[in-house]
T-cell receptor
Framework: GQNIDQPTEMTATEGAIVQINCTYQ??????LFWYQQHAGEAPTFLSY??LDGLEEKGRFSSFLSRSKGYSYLLLKELQMKDSASYLC??????????WGAGTKLIIKP | TAGITQAPTSQILAAGRSMTLRCTQD?????MYWYRQDLGLGLRLIHY???????GKGEVPDGYSVSRANTDDFPLTLASAVPSQTSVYFC??????????????FGPGTRLTVL
């Protein structure tokens, strides 16, 4: 079966750095996405990785290792507005997205 | 720019009744999707459409039907609602090029409660 695993909840301090991990087992791989979802709102796109390595976008970076079935999202200089759920999703061989349950990130002052 | 709109925002529905959730996008995206999101679970694909005139079944299609008469609209119908269909429903679209690098844009969601 297809499976995406990520921690249910994480807590971090404002101004700090946090790493959210995602491991996956899917039938085929056509890229990995990270989305942000604030409570009561729609998911919004953060990043896309298809090749191994690190993609950096401002305060957010995403890393992929295809051989390990592993990705992480790195958030630097945390701000209170970063409190949200972070969703990992893998595009399988049929170009369908398989979604993890999301990691709720709580930022404390 | 509207992007994707969904209606209604929320609804309470009696079990056994039918209902159509509406979704409209103005980005001329060829692909559209319906997901449900339940606490503790990832987004689950109900139905999708790769282009106007075609639809396909996702992971959890039972009890739902869709149509795609044109590019912009992708309604989701519950023929006879059951309490297990209580969920938040998201419509999404993408400019699917088949390369994989096609981010999906989401509507604001419809919160449905079936009693």
């Amino acid at each position: 079966g297809q499976n995406i695993d990520q921690p249910t909840e994480m807590t971090a301090t404002e101004g700090a750095i946090v790493q959210i991990n995602c491991t996956y087992q899917t039938s085929g791989f056509n890229g990995l996405f990270w989305y942000q979802q604030h409570a009561g709102e729609a998911p919004t796109f953060l990043s896309y990785n298809v090749l191994d390595g690190l993609e950096e976008k401002g305060r957010f970076s995403s890393f992929l290792s295809r051989s390990k079935g592993y990705s992480y999202l790195l958030l630097k200089e945390l701000q209170m507005k970063d409190s949200a759920s972070y969703l990992c999703a893998v595009m399988d061989s049929n170009y369908q997205l398989i979604w993890g349950a999301g990691t709720k990130l709580i930022i404390k002052p | 720019t509207a992007g994707i709109t969904q209606a209604p925002t929320s609804q309470i529905l009696a079990a056994g009744r039918s209902m159509t959730l509406r979704c409209t996008q103005d980005m001329r995206h060829n692909a559209m999707y319906w997901y449900r999101q339940d606490l503790g679970l990832g987004l689950r694909l109900i139905h999708y459409s790769n282009t106007a005139g075609t639809t396909g079944k996702g992971e959890v299609p039972d009890g739902y039907s869709v149509s795609r008469a044109n590019t912009d609209d992708f309604p989701l119908t519950l023929a006879s609602a059951v309490p297990s269909q209580t969920s938040v429903y998201f419509c999404a679209s993408s400019d699917s090029s088949g390369t994989g690098q096609d981010e999906q844009f989401f509507g604001p969601g419809t919160r449905l409660t079936v009693l």
